[in-house]
Each structure stands twice: as C-alpha cells, then as structure tokens.
C-alpha cells in the first residue's frame, strides 16, 4: 500500500521530518503505519461540540487499535443557536469556508492518509463535507448526535417550543416567568439543538452519503453509544 505520508517519512532527505515527528511522540514502528487526521471542532461555547473530546478521544483509540496512527487538530465552529439575531450571524455562513480550508491545509501539508472529521453543528458539518470532499481521501464523519429534549410541565420541549413561548409571550398568552421556566430545561443535555434543524438534518444526509457509518447519525450525544460508534469510526478509516 502507498502512503502519502511517506512524503515526510521514507528516505534519506526526511531525516529532520521524522526527527520532527517523534518531538510529538511517533515511535519508529510508527512510521510504517497511515497516519490519520482528527478534525476535532470541539468548543466551550457551543453545546453541539461542548462533548467532542471525548468523542475525539475515542476516535483516536479506535485508530490506534486498528493499527493507525492519529494526529488530532482543531477547527472553528460557529452556534448559529448563539449567533443568531444580532451582528455575529454574519460570520456563521463564512465559518464554512473557513472549516473547509483548515482542514484542507492541515492534512495536505503534513501529508496524512486520512481523516476523520469530527463535527456537529450547522455550518461545521456541511464545511467537513466539503473539504473530504477536496481532498478525496479516506474519510469518515464522525458527529456528535443531538442534545436530549426536556420536560416542562410533563411535555417534551425543545427549540422550537422556546419559539412558540415567545409568541405566546408577546401575545400576552404567557407569563415571561413561565418562559423563564422554560428556557432553564430545553436544553438539558450537550449535543446538536434538539430538533430537525440544519445540524440534525445534515448528520442523517451524511449518513445518508455514506460519510457517516451506519444507523450512527442521530445517536444521542450523552448515550455511550455515540462513544462505541466513535471508536468504530476511527478503527473503520484506517481499514
């Protein structure tokens, strides 16, 4: 099998690379195996990705067991949940790009021979599609499945029910208490916003695609299933 890794890691000429390389920890059986991407968009500020170092970590396991080894990096990612409705909902469509490019730039300059593209919310999906896309190897989406729904006086609710609140709020229907009330419990878990909105939407086309492995895409982000499917991701881009 030919790797493109080999670029920075078979000859004479690559001595200071795989000097370089073992500063960060590859050992010199590690540079006879492929070398695979983990796009993580983990971030603090967005509940779709508020989780995914663990997912991360558990896609890099599933690497290492199938005989790979991971090279984790990061990207932007954009709450369109948070952005919306005042000045920072301009940068969310440009976030695509932008995610695109890194991921582009990262495994193309370091010469990796897969990616798995570790992704949740809006923008940040179809943006991993895109640079799989470009680059047109080995690849895997690996998403971090919705947020649970709450309960609010013995009914589900979620985003769309803080919508209808709002309505009913400004149409005198409803206490701005009772909205209170509900804003604190219809986003009990972290995870993509607990409907089929564009986050949700686009990880079951994705699985749909083909990027996503099976029956995987709408996994609950809290269920220690989305931790197994992750690692099954991982072990299956090396394969």
């Known amino acids: 099998m030919v790797m493109r890794s080999e670029d ?4 004479l000429e690559r001595a200071s690379h795989r000097g370089l390389l073992r500063a960060v920890g590859v050992s010199g059986s590690d540079l006879d195996k492929p070398f695979i991407g983990v796009a993580n968009s983990y971030s603090a500020i967005v509940p779709g990705h508020f989780h995914l170092r663990a997912v991360a970590q558990a896609v890099i396991e599933g690497i290492r067991e199938a005989g790979g080894v991971p090279f984790e990096f990061g990207t932007v990612a954009v709450c369109d949940g948070i952005a919306m409705g005042h000045e920072g909902m301009r940068y969310s469509l440009p976030s695509r790009d932008v ?11 370091h010469r990796l021979d897969g990616v798995v593209l570790v992704t949740s919310c809006d923008k940040v ?21 919705p947020m649970l729904s709450g309960l609010h006086h013995g ?12 309505g009913r709020v400004r149409s005198g229907s409803m206490a701005e208490e009772e909205l209170a009330e509900l804003e604190a419990v219809a986003f009990p878990t972290c995870g993509s916003c607990n409907g089929l909105y564009t986050a949700n939407t686009m990880a079951c086309l994705s699985e749909a695609l083909g990027m996503v492995l099976p029956g995987t895409a709408t996994i609950p982000a809290v269920s220690s299933e989305r931790i197994i499917a992750s690692r ?4 299956q881009v090396v394969e």
Do not use: F, H, N, Y
């Open 125 to 145: 999906t179809p943006g991993m599609l895109m640079a799989a896309a470009r680059l047109d190897l080995p690849s895997i989406v690996a998403v971090g499945g």
């Open 155 to 166: 009914r589900k609710v979620g985003i769309s029910s803080i919508a209808e609140a709002l």
């Open 232 to 235: 099954e991701s991982g072990s």
């Open 8 to 11: 920075v890691k078979k000859g």
């Open 99 to 109: 995610i695109a490019d890194s991921v582009e730039l990262m495994v193309q300059a």
